[in-house]
């Protein structure tokens, strides 16, 4: 364990506090060969590892990245899959809802009702006539203008 009061932290640990590859790694040689991969893409842990490995589509990318098959892929993520308790798995290797990218659901019927009967609070004004133009130069600080456009100093 590192000092703490120094300002050192300990590398490594999932901010999930799961079981972390390193560890997994010193029973299971085919996570140990992949950590750094892993690692590269922000994997700490064997839970992120089967979440990432459950999204549909990602596992052909991941053994890309890799440099595995994809039988190779499923055999680490097996092995990490070991290491996490199992209704955990069950849970990591169903991923939520994904019509939801936008972090939001479609507001329903009711709510866009309310929405359209709050009323407009805006003040209705006239058009007011400006000049063709505005020489602001007089108002600006002297210090903005060079020496030779400034009336003050010369």
Not at 13 to 41: K, N, P, R
């Amino acid at each position: 364990m590192t000092n703490r009061l120094s300002g050192e932290f300990e590398t490594g640990l999932s901010a999930f506090q799961g079981h972390g590859l390193a560890q997994v790694g010193e029973t299971s040689s085919t996570i140990a060969d992949v950590a750094d991969g892993l690692a590269t893409l922000g994997i700490a842990d064997a839970e992120q590892l089967v979440a990432l490995a459950s999204v549909e589509g990602t596992r052909p990318y991941l053994a890309e990245h890799l440099g595995l098959s994809i039988q190779d892929l499923d055999t680490v993520v097996n092995e990490a899959e070991k290491a996490v308790p199992s209704r955990l798995v069950s849970i990591l290797e169903a991923p939520g809802e994904t019509d939801l990218e936008m972090g939001a659901l479609e507001p329903t019927q009711e709510m866009m009702a309310e929405a359209e009967a709050i009323p407009i609070m805006a003040v209705e004004a006239e058009a007011v006539a400006l000049p063709n133009s505005v020489n602001w130069a007089r108002m600006m600080p002297h210090y903005f203008c060079s020496p030779i456009e400034d009336p003050i100093r010369t």
